[in-house]
Nanobody, 119 residues
Framework: QVQLVESGGGLVQPGGSLRLSCAAS????????MGWYRQAPGKQRELVAV???????NYADSVKGRFTISRDNNKNTVYLQMNSLKPEDTAVYFC?????????????WGQGTQVNVSS
């Protein structure tokens, strides 16, 4: 079992920045791949970014150049630095952890944190 606790969401103006954090506890072997997904109202959950334990990362095209995913393996924590935020980034952001990469994603989910980008 893995428990994921997210933090860092909130309201920000367009062009602003936020940093999300997700701390994992439990079976660390199930956290080899950690990532962020988001779900906007009326839309399906979509991949934002994923990162392996070796820090190899992949991003959705919509966030490349604006978002950066990173992780601290000693703290079993993954971060998502979001810059140049746009209204279309508004969504509930979910942390995910799994033993390996797969699509659709499996593994464990956090409870989600709301990000609102609005003036």
């Amino acid at each position: 079992q893995v428990q994921l606790v997210e933090s860092g969401g909130g309201l920000v103006q367009p062009g602003g920045s936020l940093r999300l954090s997700c701390a994992a506890s439990g079976n660390i072997f199930s956290t080899n791949v950690m990532g962020w997904y988001r779900q906007a109202p009326g839309k399906q959950r979509e991949l934002v970014a994923v990162i392996t334990r070796g820090s190899s990362a992949n991003y959705a095209d919509s966030v490349k150049g604006r978002f950066t995913i990173s992780r601290d393996n000693n703290k079993n924590t993954v971060y998502l630095q979001m810059n140049s935020l746009k209204p279309e980034d508004t969504a509930v952001y979910f942390c995910n952890a799994d033993a390996y990469w797969r699509s659709p994603p499996g593994g464990y989910w956090g409870q989600g944190t709301q990000v609102n980008v609005s003036s």
